[in-house]
């Protein structure tokens, strides 16, 4: 007789794995703070959509025990919920369109990354308290022992939770150039603004968005104690910036058109000014994107803005200090946000003419529509895309009366002033980590096929890749990459290997007919995703990951982790270095 069974446990050694990977998506200092305040702000609007009540939100931060406390009046948490939700990737916001997060696993994050946390939440009607003790340590461990939680049902009268977490471990915590508990008052402010949901991007556009109290308590690693009152609003570059020095575009273009302005009226108008931009538009007629953009006159203005903010250090901004802590100061980008919340994540600027002008720029888009992915490392090439075919247009747009009608020129790039060193460690910083054991790379090599290359030979040098013998670089030829394969017959074959920052960019080279299949037998690349699969499905190329179990009948390479099966010709193999590493 059939049976029913439970086929979803996992063992202590799965769980930890996936908490490890939860830990590997998130790479930024001030993750768990985005994390603790985006559930608290998420619980106070599932709150507002019952009543009408304010939003309070408190946040208790304890640099030299750290320790962070947060509290809010949100809707709170069930007695019978609150231990389901402290689950591995369980959810209370599920269906919940108006919530940012969704996947479950922040709260998770925030867990594992203490040594003592503690819930104390009720709805208005029933409530309780979990205690968790050394989960940062049990993660560490390799023996099956769970970890236990303790719970306890309260009365619970009072609606809203607060989260207690001791002993946070973010980045080196000894380290005064890496930790987030070495930061000035102002500096934290800085980032709690600009890369939490503490600062709603929303009210940027809409005045009538009702604000959420926001009191932070402060102790600082050296015992100095602040207290103040947050605004609930992203912080934009000129929030300091005297009223008279800022032009707004549109008023601008208004003002052209009340008479005829000689050229003279309008470099008055306009020099020396930041100019600002902001509006919405409608990609394709249906995805609503608010933006907000300013165009500094000068590339000093940026330390200008944040000395007057209090965000440099009283040192000054040594390299090693911005190496670690760029995120704590204004700077130019393109930023996004989505249902209020900024993600933190910044794209790339895109090609346009006069693009010695980008590093005066600042702009950030609001994009409901707008998906992540978990540790909000990155956002879709597609979504990416999009953002840059917006920013182009405004660029252009503001550029033009730029260009004509002041006389803030930008570097140019055969000019040696154009080189900032500054900028480009910022925009390194602003890179996805490799953190690997296995290779001294420091940042990811997805988009720079000779940073590919680099990770690969690094990885052959290491004895990571035993099999595989370089023997001579064909730049100046056809081909990437001459070497010999040692077989499992001990013999050397000679064989062909092909650099690619995306697998699918191979397809382009079969187009134009500059490689060819049969000539090939190895394509390094960085990652195999399921935009490359489809993309070479497209092109008539099944691509399959194999096992190393199915290497050693295929006479390959140990490191080889997937093959392209191409009608009419011999199958070819790629590396995945990111599997690798």
């Keep these: 007789m059939a049976e029913l069974k439970s086929f979803l446990t996992f063992p202590i050694s799965s769980i930890r794995r996936s908490i490890k990977d939860i830990d590997d998506s998130y790479r930024n200092p001030w993750d768990i703070f985005a994390e603790l305040t985006q559930n608290a702000v998420d619980a106070i609007h599932r709150m507002q959509k019952n009543n009408d009540e304010n939003g309070k939100i408190e946040l208790k931060v304890d640099a030299k025990n750290r320790t962070i406390e947060i509290t809010d009046n949100g809707c709170g948490i069930s007695a019978k919920d609150l231990p389901v939700l402290l689950r591995l990737f369980s959810s209370g916001k599920s269906g919940d369109s108006s919530s940012v997060g969704e996947k479950g696993v922040g709260l998770k994050f925030a867990i594992f990354q203490?040594?003592?946390?503690?819930?104390?939440?009720?709805?208005?009607?029933?409530?309780?308290?979990?205690?968790?003790?050394?989960?940062?340590?049990?993660?560490?461990?390799?023996?099956?022992?769970?970890?236990k939680l303790e719970f306890e049902e309260t009365k619970g009268d009072t609606r809203g939770t607060k989260i207690i977490l001791k002993g946070v471990e973010i980045g080196d915590v000894e380290d005064e150039q890496s930790s987030i508990f070495y930061l000035s008052f102002a500096q934290l402010k800085h980032v709690l603004r600009n890369a939490t949901y503490l600062g709603d991007t929303s009210s940027i556009w809409d005045a009538n968005i009702k604000p959420i109290a926001i009191e932070l308590f402060y102790s600082d690693y050296n015992g100095e104690e602040y207290h103040e009152y947050l605004q609930n609003k992203f912080a934009l570059p000129i929030e300091s910036v005297d009223e008279s020095n800022i032009v707004d575009m549109k008023e601008f273009k208004n003002w052209l058109q009340t008479k005829d302005h000689n050229d003279t009226a309008k470099r008055d108008k306009l020099q020396g000014k930041i100019l600002v931009l902001h509006d919405t538009c409608k990609y394709k007629d249906?995805?609503?994107?608010?933006?907000?953009?300013?165009?500094?006159?000068?590339?000093?203005?940026?330390?200008?803005?944040?000395?007057?903010?209090?965000?440099?250090?009283?040192?000054?901004?040594?390299?090693?200090?911005?190496?670690?802590?760029?995120?704590?100061?204004?700077?130019?980008?393109?930023?996004?946000?989505?249902?209020?919340?900024?993600?933190?994540?910044?794209?790339?600027?895109?090609?346009?003419?006069?693009?010695?002008?980008?590093?005066?720029?600042?702009?950030?888009?609001?994009?409901?529509?707008?998906?992540?992915?978990?540790?909000?490392?990155?956002?879709?090439?597609?979504?990416?895309?999009?953002?840059?075919?917006?920013?182009?247009?405004?660029?252009?747009?503001?550029?033009?009366y730029v260009v004509k009608y002041t006389s803030a020129m930008p570097a140019t790039t055969s000019s040696p002033s154009s080189f900032d060193k500054y900028e480009i460690m910022e925009g390194?910083?602003?890179?996805?980590?490799?953190?690997?054991?296995?290779?001294?790379?420091?940042?990811?090599?997805?988009?720079?096929?000779?940073?590919?290359?680099?990770?690969?030979?690094?990885?052959?040098?290491?004895?990571?890749?035993?099999?595989i013998e370089p023997i001579y670089l064909g730049y100046r030829n056809k081909y990437d990459l001459y070497a010999y394969y040692k077989s499992s017959e001990k013999k050397n074959r000679f064989c062909i290997i092909e650099f690619k920052t995306h697998l699918l960019n191979i397809t382009k080279d079969f187009s134009e007919a500059r490689k060819v299949f049969d000539e090939m037998n190895y394509i390094v690349c960085w990652d195999v995703n399921d935009t490359d699969i489809q993309k070479l499905s497209n092109f008539g190329i099944l691509c399959e990951e194999i096992s190393k179990g199915d290497l050693h009948p295929l006479d390959c390479p140990s490191s080889v982790t997937h093959k392209l099966t191409i009608p009419n010709c011999n199958p070819l193999y790629v590396i995945d270095l990111k599997k690798i590493v």
């Excluded at 690997?436 to 680099?454: D, R």
């Design 114 to 147: 203490s040594t003592y946390f503690k819930i104390i939440s009720s709805d208005g009607k029933s409530g309780g308290w979990a205690e968790i003790k050394d989960a940062r340590l049990w993660k560490k461990q390799t023996n099956e022992e769970d970890l």
């Design 428 to 467: 390194i910083n602003k890179l996805i980590d490799l953190n690997s054991s296995k290779v001294l790379f420091k940042k990811s090599p997805a988009e720079q096929e000779a940073s590919v290359a680099a990770v690969f030979f690094e990885l052959i040098g290491n004895g990571i890749i035993k099999d």
């Design 286 to 400: 249906y995805r609503k994107i608010s933006y907000w953009v300013c165009f500094l006159p000068s590339r000093r203005d940026w330390d200008e803005i944040n000395k007057r903010n209090n965000l440099c250090p009283s040192e000054g901004c040594t390299d090693e200090w911005l190496q670690n802590h760029s995120y704590c100061l204004f700077s130019p980008g393109i930023y996004t946000a989505t249902k209020g919340m900024p993600t933190g994540i910044s794209i790339d600027t895109p090609n346009t003419g006069n693009a010695g002008y980008w590093p005066n720029f600042f702009m950030i888009f609001q994009d409901d529509a707008l998906t992540f992915d978990i540790g909000r490392k990155s956002i879709h090439k597609k979504t990416q895309a999009i953002y840059q075919g917006i920013a182009k247009d405004i660029f252009n747009q503001i550029t033009a």
